[in-house]
């Protein structure tokens, strides 16, 4: 269908985090964390940069409900808990041998992980084995309502993000229920989305760009008293004062990049870069 230029003006936006490579995608929605300008070559289409982060979020999901015991979700009553949600798809043995090198050196600490199928779990916990972590000390939790889903994360201590396809819609759950995610900034646009929403959020700290400080700053935050609880506070403020959250102010930036787009096409000049200002 677009192929055949089923419309005058195509863009992308969401779905797909990356370019698609062809050339009747005219334009992809994006932000300046997410595609920078010194990347915007690697793209086929032309860029629309929003002025804050691109990506938006349900800001009426509701956060009350009955509190949680870590024993009504399968977690120990003590203990630092390690949480990723993300699909399990995207670990990466890597990122998964890191994962246990944190449990090796933070004691009673566990890892929280999305119960995929059953087949994934017990090769999750054969590999754990394989580090020599026991298979206990990782946790799977099925599928669960939001309201459940934001209750149990506000259980955890920290959101560890994988690499190089990194959350986005969970690293946004997380950050709107007041868990801090330590993302790995790369290259691709996959690996930046959380980036961008951190730094929206105000905490460039959980924002790493190496294999080794994403270790050495998990390491950091669960064996610090104080820290975490800092990022916490300034993220709650965050959200309260819908810097990080602002679906009106982007919905209005999102009307703004569309209505310059179809002007750009009744003038017939061809799709170009734009930089949407606050």
Known sequence: MFAARCAPVQASYLGYPGTTGVDYIDYLIADAVTI?????????????????????????????????T????????????????????????????????????VD????????????????????????????????????????????RNRLADLFLDTFPYGAHSTGADALWSGLPVLTRRGASF???????????????????????DYERQALHLATSITLLPVLRDRLQIRCSQQSLFNTPQLTRDLQRALVWMHKNALAHSPPAHLELTS
């Not at 951190?198 to 790493?208: C, D, M, N, S, Y």
């Open 108 to 151: 009673g600490s566990v890892l929280w992980l999305n119960a995929d199928n059953p087949a994934t779990t017990a090769n999750l916990r054969a590999q754990a084995l394989a580090h020599g972590i026991a298979h206990d000390r990782l946790v799977f939790a099925d599928r669960a309502s939001l309201p459940l889903h934001h209750a």
């Open 190 to 212: 996959a690996s930046r989305v959380c980036a961008s929403l951190l730094l929206q959020a105000g905490l460039p700290e959980l924002v790493t760009e190496s294999a080794a």
């Open 36 to 68: 920078p300008a010194s990347h915007r070559q690697h793209y086929s289409e032309q860029i629309i940069t929003l002025p804050g982060c691109f990506m938006p979020h349900d800001t009426t999901q509701a956060l009350v409900v009955p509190p949680l």
């Open 70 to 105: 870590r024993a009504e979700a399968g977690l120990p009553e003590q203990g630092f808990v390690f949480r990723c949600y993300n699909s399990s798809y995207k670990i990466l043995p890597e990122t998964f041998a890191c994962w246990m090198r944190l449990l090796q050196q």
